[in-house]
């Protein structure tokens, strides 16, 4: 069983930053995959970023060129760097991690913008 602990959401005015960060527990297995996902009320999650163990990365589009993805790997750690965020950008945020090929979802953590 992999544990994944998010953190770094908040509130924050259109056009501001945030980082968010998620620690995967130690696991005798290798992590895979890693990513971001969001579901605002009434939608269904999405996917917003992903960064494979090679660090090779995919964006929604709705985001390409104002978050970025990164993991340390040492740290089993995956962080996402949401800058120049929009009110549409406001979301329960869930960390994702492929680790053994079974899929793990971290508790959610809110972000909120505000126009």
């Known amino acids: 069983q992999v544990q994944l602990v998010e953190s770094g959401g908040g509130l924050v005015q259109a056009g501001g930053s945030l980082r968010l960060s998620c620690a995967a527990s130690?696991?005798?297995?290798?992590?895979?995959?890693m990513g971001w996902y969001r579901q605002a009320p009434g939608n269904q999650r999405e996917l917003v970023a992903r960064v494979t163990s090679g660090g090779s990365t995919n964006y929604a589009d709705s985001v390409k060129g104002r978050f970025t993805i990164s993991r340390d790997n040492a740290k089993n750690t995956v962080y996402l760097q949401m800058n120049s965020l929009r009110p549409e950008d406001t979301a329960v945020y869930y960390c994702?991690?492929?680790?053994?090929?079974?899929?793990?979802w971290g508790q959610g953590t809110q972000v909120t913008v505000s126009s």
């Open positions: 994702n991690a492929y680790v053994n090929f079974v899929g793990y």
């Open positions: 130690r696991s005798k297995f290798s992590i895979n995959a």
